[in-house]
């Protein structure tokens, strides 16, 4: 983001930068600070790929940390952070879509105009896109991609914020994609996912069925602990799951 952009955005959302002159002086970093005090994210003058967010499109991500059963905390990967607010986003029936779905097609430069196109992969690489991280321009919109053209790295267990690619039974080539946003109580991976019943929404997945497997982005540390054991215990926040499409 340049820095006349910042200012103009600054403006809009009442946290006065001084002159729009493109200059980072210290009236920008004062205005961009408190604009982050507001959202509750660290009073520093660090334009991150989460603040972009919230500034561009008013989105206001996560906790940085979630909390773990043991009272210890864990950091959350920004693209789950992400995640987490659009929950709840829904397809629109009828001739209508989603902007924000058509919004993630365009920025993804995929061809698609409309919610119907099954768009899992979609949500999910603009969620990492957005978190400042490059994703393969092949594949973009297949939930089976990064395996099919092995980007990331393969995690041998689930890690909160990887990347859970699972097989769709008794179909080739097809699939579903979804972050690891924790588990339950019964040993599942609770998966944060778009086009999970049609809208963005927590849903239980066995964490081996379906040849399940785990990929991490490129680009962002390694996670410090992966298993069952390292995610919190988190509640579906959902019915039961009918549509993954």
């Not at 952009?5 to 959302?13: D, G, R, V, Y």
């Not at 105009?113 to 957005?130: H, I, L, S």
């Amino acid at each position: 983001m340049k820095t006349r952009e910042l200012q103009t955005l600054l403006l809009k959302k009442g946290f006065n930068p001084g002159k729009i002159d493109g200059e980072d002086g210290p009236k920008t970093q004062a205005a961009l600070i408190a604009f982050k005090q507001s959202i509750g994210f660290k009073p520093r003058a660090y334009l991150g790929p989460l603040t972009i967010a919230a500034l561009r499109d008013g989105i206001v991500a996560a906790p940085a940390r979630v909390q773990l059963n043991n009272y210890r905390s864990k950091k959350m990967p920004p693209w789950l952070r992400l995640a987490y607010s659009f929950l709840g986003l829904r397809e629109i029936k009828g001739k209508s879509h989603n902007k924000k779905i058509i919004g993630w097609w365009e920025a993804l430069r995929l061809p698609f105009r409309d919610d119907e196109t099954p768009w899992c992969a979609g949500f999910m690489n603009r969620m990492v896109q957005k978190a400042g991280l490059a994703i393969p321009a092949k594949y973009r919109a297949a939930a089976l991609g990064w395996r099919w053209n092995g980007y990331g790295t393969k995690l041998s267990e689930p890690a909160l914020g990887a990347i859970m690619i699972m097989e769709r039974p008794g179909k080739p080539g097809s699939g579903h994609t979804t972050f690891v946003a924790g588990r339950d109580h019964k040993g599942n991976i609770m998966g944060l996912g778009g086009n999970q019943s049609n809208r963005v929404g927590i849903n239980p997945y066995h964490p081996t069925n379906r040849k399940a497997a785990y990929y991490w982005p490129e680009g962002y540390p390694l996670p410090d602990s992966v298993g069952l054991r390292s995610l919190p215990v988190i509640n579906s926040g959902g019915g039961k799951l009918k549509n993954e499409a």
